[in-house]
């Protein structure tokens, strides 16, 4: 199964991913994720794409563009993969069309996370991350059984560093201006799955799992 995932910051792509890497056996390509763990090691792209995520911006396409085709090349993704914040605009969603033509794949499915406006500020200042196994949590939706610490792997978790107020209204601003051109774009491919975000994290799985059916 060859999935992407999309929608605006905090719509909770990130976990349910991790629910639908574990359901479909394929590995979860988040460019959000690989960009972290450049900044974390100081690679020279972590060190170019940590100006424009602090700020809230996106990372130059031809940068991120080059990740996701030498990522997709890997021999893991020939059987399936979920793309998880690609593209985020409409230069990138045709990039991948081309990456994918030349490495004979085909998308089955551009999933749609449908979120209100009104939740997603709540979503994003309260989220927390598993330092170890990415599993997305909720101060105020999804608690840990413990505070700090993830139920699954027990390793500590953390806020990521753009989950601000600050940055917050720029990413949105990016998001509307920039990534939502691209629903259309999948729509016109025939490919588009809208899903209802504004449900309980499992209720969101369920409804993917069913439509991708
Ligand atoms: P995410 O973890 O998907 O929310 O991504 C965190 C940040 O990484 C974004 O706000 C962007 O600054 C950057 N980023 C992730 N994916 C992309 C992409 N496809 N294009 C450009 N920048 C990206």
Avoid: W
């Avoid at 100006?51 to 080059?66: A, H, K, M, S, W």
């Avoid at 914040?85 to 045709?94: D, I, S």
Wanted: aromatic fraction near 6%; charged fraction near 30%.
């Amino acid at each position: 199964m060859h999935l992407l995932i999309m929608g605006a910051p905090g719509c909770g792509k990130g976990t349910c991913a991790v629910e639908l890497k574990s359901f479909y056996g394929i590995p979860h390509i988040s460019t959000g994720e690989i960009f972290r763990k450049a900044i974390s090691e100081k690679t020279k792209t972590g060190l170019i794409a940590q100006r424009y995520i602090d700020q809230g911006f996106l990372v130059p396409d031809e940068v991120t563009n080059e990740i996701v085709k030498e990522r997709l090349s890997e021999d893991d993704c020939q059987k399936g993969f979920l793309l998880d914040g690609f593209p985020r605009n409409l230069a990138q969603a045709k990039a991948l069309t081309k990456i994918l033509e030349d490495l004979d794949i085909k998308l089955d499915a551009a999933i749609n996370l449908d979120v209100k406006d009104e939740i997603i500020e709540k979503r994003i200042v309260n989220r927390r991350i598993c330092e170890n196994c990415g599993r997305g949590y909720n101060l105020i939706y999804l608690k840990p059984k413990q505070e700090g610490i993830c139920d699954v792997c027990g390793a500590k978790l953390y806020q990521r560093k753009d989950d601000t107020l600050e940055t917050i209204d720029k990413r949105l601003v990016v998001y509307n201006t920039q990534t939502k051109p691209i629903i259309t774009y999948y729509k016109e491919l025939g490919i588009l799955i809208n899903i209802n975000a504004n449900q309980e994290p499992h209720k969101v799985v369920e409804e993917i799992i069913n439509k991708v059916k």
